[in-house]
């Protein structure tokens, strides 16, 4: 009764099955991916240390896609690898999680402040990132890696 893709052609939807049968038989997928029912169904049941446990990189990562970075972040706790202030005295804080069933071993991300909402974001960075300046810059596209990050101002 239902064939879903996104825009690449993929089987995907976020709501229900991507194939779906009326709704006696389907296929859950998130472009692409097949995925077991609940990760759509109930997205809201996915934890931290569910995607953790996941073998299967590509599974995990869609659960870490949906969950949201900061989710993620929250519910695992990670290591702080180091800690700062930016321009406006904002804290920052760069996290690590260790992810030992994934080829890059772990996850790194850059707790931020915006300074227009006052609302705490994670940005996930690369990983071989060592302050949270570095962090931050490496956020930049146009701006090479290791380069050094002193606005003259940040708002």
Same mark, same amino acid.
């Given at each position: 009764t239902a064939l879903r893709r996104d825009d690449r052609g993929r089987?995907?939807? &976020?709501?229900? #099955? &991507? !194939?779906?049968?009326d709704r006696a038989w389907g296929i859950w997928a998130w472009h $692409?991916?097949?995925? #077991?029912?609940? !990760?759509?169904?109930?997205?809201?049941l996915i934890t931290g240390q569910? &995607? %953790?446990?996941? #073998? /299967? &990189?590509?599974? @995990? @990562?869609? *659960?870490?896609? !949906? *969950? $949201?970075?900061e989710r993620f972040f929250r519910e695992v706790q990670p290591q702080v690898l180091h800690h700062d202030l930016d321009g406006p005295g904002?804290?920052?804080?760069? %996290?690590? !999680?260790?992810?030992? /069933?994934?080829?890059? $071993?772990?996850m790194v991300g850059v707790e931020v402040v915006d300074p227009?909402?006052?609302?705490?974001?994670i940005l996930r960075v690369r990983p071989d990132v060592k302050t949270c300046a570095e962090a931050v810059a490496s956020t930049f596209p146009g701006l090479p890696a290791g380069a050094r990050y002193k606005p003259d101002v940040e708002a």
């Open positions: 089987l995907h939807c &976020a709501t229900g #099955p &991507a !194939i779906d049968y $692409g991916v097949r995925v #077991p029912e609940d !990760i759509i169904e109930a997205p809201h569910r &995607a %953790l446990a996941e #073998p /299967n &990189a590509e599974l @995990r @990562r869609v *659960m870490l896609e !949906i *969950m $949201g970075t904002h804290p920052r804080r760069l %996290l690590k !999680i260790a992810l030992p /069933n994934d080829p890059e $071993g772990s227009s909402t006052g609302r705490q974001y």
